[in-house]
């Protein structure tokens, strides 16, 4: 077994620039619309879904802080599973993370990236696909040469991503460029079909919420991480509250509620009637900083789950090398970037990461369950951060999660049907590996 362990590199501001960066990709400029629209149109009831969707998240990130601050090693929620459920969860668990949800992922931003990259230069289908392996190649050299280098180039690119954000934001909301709006902020009476509709829009929201949990991964190489790593998850999350209700308050400001509803691209369409037709190149160029900060995220944090597997002996061993010159987790960053180039040039991640991403809300259902088994189970660890209103606060994420793969189990089975086949198919793979072993 490899005997060097990654360096702790990583400070307080890192670890919340990577949930932040990590978590804001396109979402936010895309989603507003369809949100509202399966809100009945109404502005109250659509904000709403934002602020429960953060709460959602947020609950989760204090479960995870608890949990990471009591076992801050490389490979976060994967260690978790392993440690309170036991290695076959673990493995299901980073079996799916490498073969469709942290790649799949990937594939999706870099794929995206050469629509919004095609503003400033033509790209033919041959183009686009040449255009998106080279930034998964360029974000992989960046995130093998060091951690430390990786994690300056997160907390840039981060940073004009969410300054991006607040300035448009400002833009917008000090416009008041909407006409009069014809549609009350709030409906006349609450109806079984606007919950409902609510929780369509919720789907949503969770999706552009999506990747809060990847710092977990990083909590290996965080200096002092009793400390910082609960505290970054949380602040991280809870940031992002803010970041997106201002977004859509703007967004309102400047189209108005008929506006929003109506649009696809609703960040474009807000900047272009308030700026004027050249807003396409500067959303394009902002989206473009968004989806890069997005993958280097993903990649200086999945890689280390690989790391932990092969450690354990549950993956191939030589994930588990550390890079004699440049302290990373070479070999597991390449690995992971091969298979999501693979993913991008075939165009298949679209189809699996439909199926599967639903999946990993089971995981981080039972990643919250980790904390009630460890506090039975190890009643007596030391823990620097307890997750505040035990046991309710995981146990409404629990809740939470558990309500929305059900959701999608009841009105779209062939699809959930696929995502729960893909993770079985880990058991055969997980029985081979340990017999091997």
Not at 167 to 179: D, E, K, N, Q, R
Not at 347 to 361: D, S
């Amino acid at each position: 077994m490899p005997t060097r362990t990654l360096d702790r590199v990583l400070g307080l501001r890192d670890l919340i620039l990577i949930v932040i960066g990590t978590v804001i990709g396109s979402g936010v400029f895309l989603v507003p619309g369809g949100v509202l629209r399966q809100s009945g149109g109404n502005a109250g009831p659509a904000l709403l879904v934002w602020v429960i969707g953060g709460v959602l998240s947020l609950l989760g990130a204090l479960a995870y802080g608890e949990l990471g601050a009591m076992n801050p090693a490389a490979g976060g929620l994967y260690v978790y599973l392993r440690v309170a459920l036991g290695p076959l969860t673990a493995f299901l668990y980073g079996w799916t993370f490498f073969l469709v949800i942290a790649t799949g992922s990937a594939a999706t931003l870099a794929v995206a990236s050469t629509s919004y990259l095609q503003q400033f230069i033509a790209l033919g289908p041959i183009g686009q696909k040449v255009a998106a392996v080279g930034l998964l190649a360029v974000v992989a050299a960046i995130n093998v040469r060091s951690t430390r280098r990786s994690a300056d180039v997160q907390n840039w690119s981060t940073g004009i991503k969410v300054g991006a954000l607040l300035v448009m934001s400002t833009v917008l909301v000090a416009s008041h460029g909407a006409p009069p709006s014809s549609v009350p902020f709030w409906p006349e009476s609450i109806t079984t079909s606007l919950v409902s509709g609510m929780g369509l829009g919720m789907i949503g929201v969770l999706w552009a919420y999506e990747g809060w949990q990847y710092v977990t991964f990083s909590a290996g190489e965080a200096m002092n991480p009793q400390r910082t790593f609960p505290r970054a998850i949380v602040l991280g999350t809870a940031s992002l509250i803010g970041i997106y209700l201002f977004a859509n308050v703007g967004y309102l400001a400047a189209l108005g509620t008929e506006g929003v509803a109506r649009s696809d691209r609703v960040a474009a369409e807000a900047v272009g009637a308030i700026v004027g037709p050249g807003a396409a190149k500067l959303i394009a160029a902002a989206i473009l900083v968004s989806i890069f900060s997005a993958m280097n995220g993903i990649t200086i944090s999945a890689p280390r789950v690989y790391y932990a597997m092969a450690r354990d002996g549950l993956f191939f061993s030589k994930l588990a090398d550390v890079h004699p010159r440049y302290g990373t987790p070479a070999v597991s960053i390449i690995a992971g970037t091969i298979w999501a180039m693979v993913l991008a040039a075939s165009g298949t991640f679209e189809q699996l990461l439909t199926y599967v991403v639903f999946v990993g809300w089971i995981f981080y259902a039972l990643g919250a369950a980790c904390v009630f088994v460890l506090r039975r189970t190890q009643p007596d660890a030391e823990r620097p951060f307890r997750v505040p209103g035990y046991p309710w606060t995981p146990l409404l994420f629990i809740v939470a999660a558990v309500a929305l793969v059900l959701n999608t189990i009841a009105t779209q089975p062939g699809r959930a049907a696929i995502g729960i086949g893909v993770v079985l198919l880990g058991l055969p793979v997980y029985f081979l590996w340990r017999k091997r072993t």
